[in-house]
């Protein structure tokens, strides 16, 4: 990372290939750091490298839709302490739809990043510290039985990661009590505040799996403006492309299907692991937010075992009568079962914010394509 | 109440008839407010008179397992706002089974509830006092898309009391955060802390439907040590009495089934009202506490919708598509289908103490008993 480096979702591409909201997002972010005054001198400086764009993932971090990451910005560190490496993801930026992560930057997404960035993280900041770290393996463990499938659902782990600083919250607000409720309540105002911590917990996870010779296990899932692509353990750092995902969605009122865009999204990160749409059973309440019923919930749940190579041994549904996860896809089971992964995932609309949630599916041809690259290296 | 009344569950009994834990409780309840130096002076003044046994119901409180109430002990007062009644719990005890609910009278309990009424009890009362009250019912129905049914898991309810009392807690931090971290640290360590609250609620909506003119609904269904009983709304505060239930239950490592024991208890009120077993579908997670697995839970939850009056509009679960839970059990409906009320309740052990928990059936005599008194009534 470098003070002129933007971090955005997906596979990198040239600046000029970024459409829509994605756009948006990185000239916002470009606008937030001060690395230009206005979007001409952005697109200029971009245009003459003077700001670089990079992937997250190239980076040890997740990016949350448009996934953007400026030098700035606070960031959780998630240590994987079994394999001895480290994911980085930054705050959510709280419940307003209108977010530099869905394509929009004005002066109120700018004041609630500032407002995260300035009170918001440095609470969390000292009161992790404070602790010495936070294990968040037993807390996303439990939140499992307690309807969050970590990603489009993160209430109960909040609350869990909220009891955890509990302690050392109390101690620091003998010199302000005031600062801590505020943070506390961006804490736990919606469910989305732990899912950067989920997203970095499990791209420390499928991190570890990377690069493992001849493996066809899906490392990472992402999509940028332009569609939806894989990494595969075994084919190194390549990511294999496709058209963008399928989605049945739930819009939030007076939003439209033909709103609906696509502006990058690597908190699927989660699904990559045996989290989200992996986990669907976990999160009956998940109707109510992305649509659909239970029992179709609980199908699509079980019918993911179909292209997994495992069983989570850490993530396990109660609602599946404890069985773990379905965990590891492997691309060679997707393509003969023609069975896609579900994704829960929140859905940016056309103008910018988020316009609602839904459940994608990934697309084939990434699969395909993964397959093919595996038959030639390995032939 | 009075400074030598002792409140206990069940239908009232002369002093003589209270056996094994439940006598126990009652001694232990005596000695811990100091009303008698030893258990042979206590058995005196019992017999004498000169100390009341009253039943809890009949003081507006629920008493969990023995339910033992004394003078001294701080209560939660929780008020129906609709019906404009009030209803009280006394506090846990903390998750060391040997309590004095369970028929343990020792230095250990005496000092567990000593800590409850010096160091949790005026954290939490201070705390509520600054909020003006705490609103119940949408932490409650928020629960119950957290895995909670609100009887024997209450995990998510307490995270949510919790975060409503952040303020608060936050504020009052500034004399002494160890104090608070103390209260907080007993509020969330186990699954029971928060079913007091749920107790309470349950009680004042339980209450609100009591003495309605030819309803035959159940208002209290409670155990003693000698058996079940329940009152049906219509046939006023009678308790219609009947054996003790059947029980499938899970036990403590070290544990066996000639051990169980009843020693009373009303935590059934939130069965009464649509909670507990009537909302197991809610709470997967359960399984992994009583036994059982999922699909029988969902399928008793389901059976429980031929036997009450209607469905809960407030409190719906997710899993059954949220529908809301089988609410106002009807005694002749329990008579003709012979489907028995499902309740999750705790395990007494012979010796004291919580030795497990598990799943009971109320007994089909109470209802037909309560079922041939309507008809003499109302004929």
Redesign the interface.
Known sequence: MTRTTILTSGPPMPWEKYTGGQRNAILGGILFEGLASNRDEAIAKLQAGEITLAGCHDHACVGSLAGIYTASMPVFVVTNKAADNTAFCNMYEGSNPRRLNYGVYDDGVRDRLMFVQNEVAPVIAEAVRKTGGIPLKPIMKRAL???DELHSRN??AA??F??EL??A???M??TG?GR??RA?QAM?DDQYFFLRLSMAAAKTTADAARNVERSSIVTAMAFNCRGFAIRVSGLGDTWYEGPSATVQAKLFEGHTEDEITWMGGESIITETIGLGGFAQAAA??L??YQGG??EPMIARNRELYRITFGENPDYLV?????RGTPTGIDIFKVVESGVLPTMDIGIAGRDGGQIGAGIVRAPLACFEAAAAAYRERYA
């Open positions: 039985t307690m309807g209430v109960a609350l869990l909220l009891r509990m302690p919250l109390l101690s607000a003998t009590p801590i409720a506390v736990t009956p309440a109707q109510n019923s239970y109660a609602a599946l009568d404890y």
